[in-house]
């Protein structure tokens, strides 16, 4: 399962910016999926996860209210809109698949498939 992240670049804080997770699986839409990041000299963390069908979220605490994790079946597209974000939101940001769907997990052992990572900087 091929996962391609796209969407990250160079935002100001109170911008909005929306990442896109593709992928060709056919199976894809049967995955739990996440959002981590990785910020520069810090481990990776967990930002939002959803299950199958998008309708169960979990977020980390630092994101909760301000990001939305939400998916297109007809696309086989995850999304990240963040809204409002800070300057420490700047990190790699990579998504992943969970091949148990109906989970929202926050650890990254529970993911089988990991995208290539996007970049996000955020200015003050």
């Known amino acids: 399962v091929q996962l391609q992240a796209s969407g990250g670049g160079l935002a100001q804080a109170g911008d909005s910016l929306r990442l896109s997770c593709a992928s060709s699986a056919r199976t894809f839409s049967a995955y739990a999926m996440g959002w981590f990041r990785q910020a520069p000299g810090k481990e990776r963390e967990f930002v939002a996860a959803?299950?199958?069908?998008?309708?169960?979220?979990s977020y980390a605490d630092s994101v909760k209210g301000r990001f939305t994790i939400s998916r297109d079946a007809a696309d086989n597209t995850v999304y990240l809109r963040m809204n409002s974000p800070k300057p420490e939101d700047t990190a790699v940001y990579y998504c992943?698949?969970?091949?148990?769907?109906?989970?929202?997990?926050?650890?990254?052992?529970?993911?089988?498939?990991w995208g290539q990572g996007t970049q996000v900087t955020v200015s003050s």
């Open positions: 959803c299950n199958w069908s998008g309708k169960m979220t």
């Open positions: 992943a698949a969970n091949t148990a769907p109906y989970g929202t997990s926050s650890l990254e052992e529970r993911y089988d498939y």
